[in-house]
């Protein structure tokens, strides 16, 4: 199967929407004809609503250029330099390059370095929640996250280096 882009793809996402409703409809009419109990994998049902969520949060995104904006750090030629947030043995820091700060602002003074508001392409990511197995299929949720290719053009933009 081919990869899906803008409209092909969107098409693609109401089918499967569709496709989940009925099923949720499907599992409230046997419940409600005493075939099965209420119990009736009520987790899989949140995963299904949680898949409707998540599909309308990606037609969102279809519905615009596919990107969002987000504060970039650039280096002095210009270049984005990807910077993350970790947890070390002495705190939170932000890592760049190499270089750790305990803030951003921190990070910026200390390299030179300065943000700069970019458009970037956008798309939905299942983000687990706390602990671990179906507790955290259960308590997670969909966020949106930069992406590597623009979902309405199929233009591959990559990751900062």
């Not at 969002?68 to 270049?79: F, K, L, S």
Request: charged share 30%; aromatic share 10%.
């Amino acid at each position: 199967m081919s990869k899906l882009y803008g409209k092909a793809l969107a098409e693609s996402i109401r089918d499967t929407i569709a496709r989940i409703e009925e099923a949720l409809d499907d599992r409230n009419e046997r419940i409600s004809q005493g075939m099965t109990d209420i119990d009736d994998c009520f987790i899989s049902e949140r995963v299904e609503r949680r898949a409707i969520q998540e599909a309308r949060m990606q037609l969102d995104i279809l519905r615009s250029d596919g990107t969002m904006p987000i504060d970039a750090v650039i280096d002095e030629n210009g270049d984005e330099v990807y910077v993350r947030y970790v947890d070390t043995r002495y705190g939170p820091k932000y890592v760049g390059n190499g270089v750790f700060a305990s803030s951003l602002k921190a990070l910026l003074k200390k390299t030179g370095w300065k943000t700069e508001e970019r458009n970037v392409p956008c798309w939905t990511k299942f983000i687990p929640g706390s602990g671990g197995g179906m507790y955290s299929v259960y308590t997670g949720t969909v966020g949106i996250v930069r992406w590597h290719t623009n979902m309405v053009t199929g233009e591959y933009a990559g990751f900062p280096e």
